[in-house]
C-alpha cells in the first residue's frame, strides 16, 4: 500500500480530521474537567483501562493471529475522535463533554497509545519485524497536536469561520475514512475474506462492548442522561483514522490496520442503532421525571 493514498493522503486525512477537532475546541474545554470530574473521570478510566484490558481479553479467547491482534490492541488504544462528536450531537449526548473527553484523552494517547501497542508487539513476539520507534510516534503526534492547535487557534480568532467550517469539516472526515476503508481492502482484496472472518467477529463484540460499557458504567456511578450518551460514543467510537495511520505509517504492517478498517464499517451501523434507542430511552425517563 505504498502509494500516494498513504505517503500523502492518509498524513493529510488525519491533519483535516484533526484540525475539524481543533475548531471545536477552546481552552475552557480543558478547565472543564474541574466542574465535571466525576464524568470525565469514568469515561477516561473506561477508555484508558478497561477498554484495552476487555479488547485483550477478546484477543486471547479468539486467537486472533499476530498481526491482527496487535491491529485490535492498536485501535482499542486510539481516542475517540470527530465521528464521536458527531453521534453525541445527533443522539441528544452532552456534546461538550465528548470534546473535552476527546481532547484530554488524545492528549493521553501520546504515553498510552505507544505503551499499549508495543505491549501487544512483545506479548506475540514480534519485535524483529514489528516496531514503534519513537521518532516515528513523535512524529505522529505532532502531525495530531499541530492541527489541532491550529483548530483551537482559527477558533479563538475567528469563530464565526469556524462554526461554518465545521459541517464541512466534519463531512469530509467520514468521507476520507470512507477512503481509507476502502483502499485498505482493496489492497488486502486477496486477503479481506479471510480477515473478515478472522476479526469481523470480534471488531463486532468489541464495538458493542464498548457502546455499552461506555453508557453503562458511567451510569453505575451516576453519570445519567446526556452525559452517559456522551461517554457512551466516546467509548465506543475511535479515532479509527488514526489508528490506520500508525498501522501503516509508523509499523508498516497493513494487516495492522485490517481491525481499524473493519471495525470502522461496524462502528456507523452499531452506533447509529445504540444512538437511536438510547436515546429514546433517556428523552422517555427526562419526560416521566417531569411530569
Known amino acids: 500500500m505504498d502509494s500516494a493514498l498513504t505517503t500523502v493522503g492518509l498524513p493529510l486525512a488525519l491533519a ?5 477537532l481543533g475548531l471545536d475546541l477552546t481552552i475552557a474545554d480543558f478547565r472543564r474537567v474541574a466542574r465535571a470530574p466525576k464524568a470525565v473521570g469514568v469515561a477516561l478510566a473506561c477508555q484508558i483501562v478497561l477498554l484495552p484490558a476487555i479488547c485483550f481479553g477478546l484477543v486471547v479467547l479468539v486467537d486472533l493471529p499476530a498481526l491482527l491482534g496487535i491491529g485490535m490492541l492498536l485501535l482499542a488504544a486510539s481516542p475517540g475522535g470527530t465521528t464521536a462528536n458527531l453521534f453525541s450531537h445527533l443522539f441528544r449526548g452532552d456534546v461538550a463533554l465528548n470534546i473535552t473527553l476527546t481532547a484530554i484523552n488524545t492528549v493521553i494517547a501520546v504515553v498510552t497509545l505507544p505503551l499499549i501497542t508495543g505491549f501487544a508487539i512483545a506479548w506475540f513476539d514480534r519485535q524483529d519485524d514489528v516496531t514503534m520507534p519513537l521518532v516515528e510516534i513523535a512524529k505522529v503526534f505532532a502531525l495530531i497536536l499541530l492541527p489541532v492547535g491550529i483548530g483551537m487557534l482559527v477558533n479563538d480568532r475567528a469563530p464565526g469561520f469556524a462554526r461554518r467550517m465545521d459541517k464541512p469539516v466534519r463531512i469530509g472526515s467520514a468521507v476520507i475514512l470512507a477512503i481509507l476503508v476502502v483502499g485498505i481492502l482493496l489492497d488486502q482484496v486477496e486477503n479481506v475474506g479471510e480477515y473478515l472472518t478472522d476479526v469481523g467477529l470480534i471488531a463486532a463484540l468489541f464495538c458493542a462492548i464498548s457502546l455499552l460499557a461506555g453508557y453503562f458504567v458511567p451510569k453505575a456511578f ?9 461517554s457512551s460514543m466516546e467509548v465506543g ?4 483514522t ?14 495492522i490496520s485490517v481491525p481499524a478498517a473493519v471495525y470502522s464499517l461496524i462502528m456507523f451501523v452499531f452506533a447509529a442503532l445504540w444512538g437511536m434507542w438510547v436515546s429514546r430511552q433517556v428523552a422517555a425517563r427526562e419526560s416521566a421525571s417531569v411530569g
Do not use: K, R, S
Not at 16 to 20: H, K, Q
Not at 222 to 230: D, E, F, H, L
Not at 237 to 240: M, P, T
Not at 242 to 255: H, K, Q
Open 242 to 255: 488514526l489508528a490506520i495511520f500508525v498501522a501503516v505509517e509508523v509499523l508498516d504492517e497493513v494487516e
Open 237 to 240: 467510537v475511535h479515532n479509527a
Open 222 to 230: 451516576g453519570v445519567t442522561g446526556p452525559q452517559a450518551i456522551a
Open 16 to 20: 483535516v480530521i484533526m484540525f475539524g
